[in-house]
């Protein structure tokens, strides 16, 4: 018997927008659902809009969701994610 398995694809894909932080510096961006098997590695671009400030990533993507800070609350922050989707196998018929 032979058995041969071949991963399935995956393709780039990126997701972005804008959110504000709260009065603590701190937002949760949650990715539409059909981003849950983005798969590492990922790339994260943050870019404070306004006020300046200094906009970084305080937990990574887990769950369809990551945080970001800054050193200043209400804070607008553009943000894009970027990884790869795992291709789901075709099915046979």
């Keep these: ?15 972005r927008g804008e959110v504000w932080t709260d009065g603590r510096g701190y937002a949760t961006v949650r990715l539409p659902a059909e981003a849950g098997s983005l798969e590492p590695p990922l790339a994260y671009e943050l870019r404070d809009l306004e006020p300046p400030s200094s ?10 969701r990551f945080t970001i800070a800054t050193d200043q609350p209400h804070v607008k ?9 795992r291709q789901r196998p075709q099915k046979e018929e």
Excluded: F, I, N, Q
């Design 1 to 15: 018997m032979a058995h041969s398995a071949k991963a399935p694809a995956s393709s780039p894909a990126s997701y």
């Design 55 to 64: 906009a970084r990533v305080t937990a990574e993507l887990g769950d369809g």
């Design 77 to 85: 922050v553009a943000w894009r994610v970027t990884g790869h989707l």
